[in-house]
Every structure is written in C-alpha cells, then in structure tokens.
C-alpha cells in the first residue's frame, strides 16, 4: 500500500531514517573498499574468497535496509549525499517530502518528476500537518472518515 505522509509524520520519522541511512553508507564505502582489494587479487586466492565472503555479507546487509525503508514508504533518493523522499502532497498536488542529512526536520519538497526542492508553504511547520493531507492507509481507514 502507498503511504502518504504529512510534514509532521515524516519528521517524526527521521529518527529511525537516519540511522538506517548511515548504516547503508557505511556499507557502501565499506563494499567499495572491498571490491577494490577483491581486483587486486588472483580470484582463487584464499583472501580473495574470504573478500568475496564479507562483500556478499555486506551488500546482503545493505539491501536488508532498503528492504526496510521501503517498507516505511520512504523512497531513498541517493545514499552517500544522504537524501530520501517521503510521499505526500501539498494541497491537493501529490509531491515529495524531502530531506537530507544534516537537517532538523523536513521542510522542503518537490513534485513528482522533478529534482527542485522547493520550501514546504508558510504556515507548515515542522511539527504540524497544515497544508499538508495524507489518505487512509486502508479501506477501513476510509470508511472511519
């Protein structure tokens, strides 16, 4: 199911993203580290297998992750700039909350098919969900509306 997030739930949100974020940066520059050491080698050589071994940990690990923010609805957008999107809309315009590492909250956004961060509307703060909707999560959801 899609998940639509307001401004406020996205934010909240960030304290689980972010670990999870450095976690899958970690295990890139740690798999690029390895797979340059791997070239190296003869490809039968013990280190070269024990090489392999960790890699195949590691990229297991990281896809481990994404399998979990995809399952949040969190859409990750580049990993070593550290930048993830979180469906939403503003207004009635379906658009992408946007963050990236190092920010307190969420408070840009961008429409769909495009990379322009804009700032979310005035009157939106970081911990309201005004100007911002989000849809049920289920069809029970929507009859309780």
Known sequence: MYKLFTQAQATELL??????????????????????????????????????AELTFIVDSA???????????????DVEQGVVDFPGTVGAEMVYLCWEQGEDAVTHYHALGREARLPLPAGASPHTSE?????????????DA
């Open 15 to 52: 304290s689980v993203v972010d670990p999870m974020l450095r976690d899958l940066q970690s295990a890139f520059k740690d798999a690029v580290k390895l797979q340059n050491e791997h070239a190296a080698l003869r490809p039968e050589s013990l280190r070269a297998r024990q090489l392999a």
């Open 131 to 143: 100007n911002l909707q989000s849809t049920p999560q289920s069809e029970n959801d929507a009859l």
């Open 63 to 77: 896809r481990t992750t994404k399998g979990d923010l995809d399952r949040l609805g969190v859409v990750l957008k």
